[in-house]
């Protein structure tokens, strides 16, 4: 299965896709492991643009959505492979046991595998105009007001209000 069957929160992707896109590849752009929760973040750009983009990431020549999955309750997480930006395969196998799932991201350049509470939450959602190298530096246009208040581009990874919650 795949990440929208399980989104808590598919409304700000529907109100850019018309309905929450299918999430099956994700290009991976970095990982946050958080022992309070504990709590895995991903964070990753979409592969398909909204047809409907607002007129605002047109004006600006934006052509990638990025956003962040947030996954709760994780436990038995193992990365072996890490050599971002990669482009992965994001799957999911739901248990009929406490509402867990195990989530599996793999593809070039990453090996990760973890279980976690059977809710997906995204957050930060961004369009940006992708760089030479797949790079995401640059101004990100955020659907948040919040977040377009605080950032005009992604901040250093050590901003906890924004990697952590």
């Not at 990100?140 to 209000?161: G, Q, Y």
């Amino acid at each position: 299965m795949t990440v929208e069957g399980f989104l808590v929160n598919p409304e700000v992707l529907q109100s850019l896709y018309g309905s929450a896109p299918v999430i099956g590849e994700v290009r991976i752009r970095s990982v946050n492991l958080n022992w309070r929760g504990p709590t895995v973040t991903l964070r990753g750009d979409l592969l398909s643009f909204p047809e409907s983009a607002p007129g605002e990431w047109i004006d600006a020549g934006a052509d990638t959505v990025q956003c962040q999955f947030q996954f709760l309750a994780a436990e038995n997480v193992s990365l072996t492979e890490w050599v971002p930006p990669a482009v992965a395969t994001v799957t999911l196998e739901p248990w009929d046991v406490e509402r867990r799932m195990r989530v599996t991201v793999a593809g070039a350049g990453i090996a990760l595998r973890f279980d976690c509470n059977e809710s997906v939450r995204v957050g930060h959602v961004s369009a940006f105009r992708m760089r030479d190298g797949d790079s995401d530096a640059g101004r990100h246009l955020f659907v948040s007001k919040i977040d377009a208040r605080r950032h005009e581009s992604l901040p250093p990874t050590d901003e906890r209000t924004f990697y952590e919650r």
